[in-house]
């Protein structure tokens, strides 16, 4: 079992930068692919950005690409998400995911995770 727990987010003005971690604590990190989420009240939970294993492969979804960088330090057991050019659309509580290895060609689906941390709010003011 790993048990991941998010950090790092808060308020920011629109352009700014905030940077999320996740330390999974648990079993062996490179076991698992991981991913970020994130969800508004009343939405489904949306993908953002997801890294292999071995931190070789990366996914993002349309709206965030070029702006956020999905990382992992398996040495450290955590993985960040460097959010840059923050808008005022990517006001969302952050969550921070762990999919089996074996599930590493779809990391997209939030059906693929396992284990789910309990998020981390981002306001981005406009």
């Known amino acids: 079992q790993v048990q991941p727990v998010e950090s790092g987010g808060g308020l920011v003005q629109a352009g700014g930068s905030l940077r999320l971690s996740c330390a999974a604590s648990?079993?062996?990190?490179?076991?698992?692919?991981m991913g970020w989420f994130r969800q508004a009240p009343g939405k489904e939970r949306e993908f953002v950005a997801a890294?292999?294993?071995?931190?070789?492969?990366?996914e993002y979804t349309d709206s965030v690409k070029g702006r956020f960088t999905i990382s992992r330090e398996n040495a450290k057991s955590t993985v960040y998400l460097q959010m840059n050019s923050l808008k005022h659309e990517d006001t969302d509580v952050y969550f921070c995911?762990?999919?089996?290895?074996?599930?590493?060609?779809?990391?997209?689906?939030?059906?693929?995770?396992?284990?789910w941390g309990q998020g981390t709010h981002v306001t981005v003011s406009s």
């Open positions: 648990g079993r062996t990190f490179t076991n698992y692919g």
């Open positions: 995911a762990a999919a089996p290895r074996h599930y590493s060609d779809n990391l997209r689906n939030n059906r693929s995770y396992n284990y």
């Open positions: 890294i292999n294993w071995s931190g070789s492969s990366t």
